[in-house]
Each structure stands twice: as C-alpha cells, then as structure tokens.
C-alpha cells in the first residue's frame, strides 16, 4: 500500500493489522479499541480474518465447545467470500455488522443472522452461500497462518500487528474509550517493541463487557 508524504509539522498515519473471528468475544473488544484508537490517534486499521474452527484442530475439547467450532466457520467464510469479491477494504464494515449483532445484541449465530449482518454492511445476500462451503477455506486457513507465523503456535485471536511488532491482545473489558484508548495503545506499542519483551498475563476476573 502506498503511503502519502507526510507534510512538514504531520505526523504520518501508523497502520495496525487486525486478524480476527467474529465469534471470539475478546477479539471483539479488541477491535472495537482500536476503532477507538483511531479517533485518537493518528492510526488506520487493516482488517484479516483468522480462525478459532482452525485454531482449535485436533485439540481435546468439550462437545459444547466443538459445536460452537462449528458454528463459527460460517461467519469467518463468509468474511472471505466478501473480501475475495470486493477487496479487503470492506472487511471493516462486514466484521462490526457481525459482531453487533453477535456480541452487543446476543443475537443467535446462525445463518439468519448472517445474512442481516450482510444486508447491514450494504453487501450482496449471496455472499451467505459461502457459509457453509469449503471453496473459501484455503484462502481462509492462509491468512490464519499468516498470523500464527507472527505470533506463535501458543496464542489464539486476536494478532495485532503494527509497524513490525505483533503480539495476541490486548484482552481487555470494557473496551476503553477516547484518551484511555490512545494510553492504552501507547503503552501496548511500548511494550511489544522492547526487544525480548514477550509476555504480560493475569488470570481474568471479569466476562466480556460489551456496550
């Protein structure tokens, strides 16, 4: 992607790179943060899809926690079939229509839903064919290992990736809004360019705070 000069005096736009599911709850919030971050600072975000169905492969889980696997290919298909068609600059709208509806509005995941999420980001119905083919998984499983191969086999979504430093995080609630948004995104970037640095971790006491 080409960049614009920065005028004297301007700073230059910082692109991040998102890759996320719509079903993850965290990753939800992240992404809301960082559409904060945006009207902040001087930040654009670039959207990628990654996937917990493919995460998840081959790992001992519960029968409740499969089904829900299951479930979650339909969103993340869809999110490809739609940046495959129109580019991936529609990923953004695509991705909060899904999740409003998901996460704000506990609406059911199924493929009714789906296809309102669509109608909501002005995008074709058809698109919702892809929900539940296999056409798009190559495509899919490519750009989830594209954020595994950032951050590790060991972490899960979302990956954020700004100006060479990815990491998995941040997992925070509720989402931080207006300059609590920008300290946060300073202080994240701080930390994930110290060389070396690798973790910070505390056993989470609250659910998903979604408003």
Known sequence: MTQSPAQPGE???????????PACPWAWITSRWLVEVEKVRKV????????????????DLSEQYKESLARSWQAVR??????????????????TALGTRFHNNAEPRTL?????ALADAGLPA???????????DEAL??????????????????????????????????VPRGEDAGKLWDGVRLVAG???????KRTRTRD????
């Open 11 to 21: 700073q230059e736009t910082t692109y991040a790179d998102m890759w996320f599911d």
């Open 126 to 136: 058809d698109l919702a064919d892809a929900a539940d083919s296999t056409e798009y």
């Open 141 to 174: 499983r490519a750009s989830h290992a594209e954020a595994m191969k950032l951050v590790g086999e060991d972490v899960g979504t979302p990956v954020v990736q700004v100006e060479g430093a990815s990491f998995f995080g941040p997992v925070v609630t509720p």
């Open 208 to 211: 998903p705070i979604f408003d």
């Open 78 to 95: 869809v999110c490809v079939a739609a940046e495959q068609r129109f580019g991936p600059e529609v990923l953004g709208g695509l991705y």
């Open 44 to 59: 654009s975000v670039r959207w990628h899809v990654m996937s917990l169905g493919v995460l998840n492969e081959g790992r």
């Open 112 to 116: 009714d839903t789906v296809r309102a």
């Open 194 to 200: 110290t060389d070396g640095f690798f973790e910070l």
